[in-house]
């Protein structure tokens, strides 16, 4: 069974920067693509960036490119999402997820297996 567990969240000063982390278990995960969805309150959970486990193709939302970057480490089974330059509407619950195929358009509804989610707050 897959299993995507996330850390690194937290409170952050505007411009400051996180790291959040996601080990995936269960399985091996050739072929697959691991994203991260955020979801603020009151808001639909948005896509933000997804990587090719294989390939390590990446994409990334208009809103956070240039500023976030989302990597992968094999050995590790680990997803990481670095992102620098944080503002506060950035706050948002982060989810790590994954799906067995590669995706075209990443929406939330593409991806199979979910993380519990990690709280990000940014302050003015």
């Known amino acids: 069974q897959v299993q995507l567990v996330e850390s690194g969240g937290g409170l952050v000063q505007a411009g400051g920067s996180l790291r959040l982390s996601c080990v995936a278990s269960?399985?091996?995960?050739?072929?697959?693509?691991m994203g991260w969805f955020r979801q603020a309150p009151g808001k639909e959970r948005e896509f933000v960036a997804d990587i090719t486990w294989t390939y390590g193709r990446t994409r990334y939302a208009d809103s956070v490119k240039g500023r976030f970057t989302i990597s992968r480490d094999n050995a590790k089974n680990t997803v990481t999402l670095r992102m620098t330059a944080l503002k506060p509407e950035d706050t948002a619950v982060y989810y790590c997820?994954?799906?067995?195929?590669?995706?075209?358009?990443?929406?939330?509804?593409?991806?199979?297996?979910w993380g519990q989610g990690t709280q990000v707050t940014v302050s003015s």
């Open positions: 269960g399985r091996t995960f050739s072929g697959w693509t």
């Open positions: 997820a994954a799906t067995s195929t590669i995706i075209v358009v990443p929406t939330s509804g593409e991806y199979d297996y």
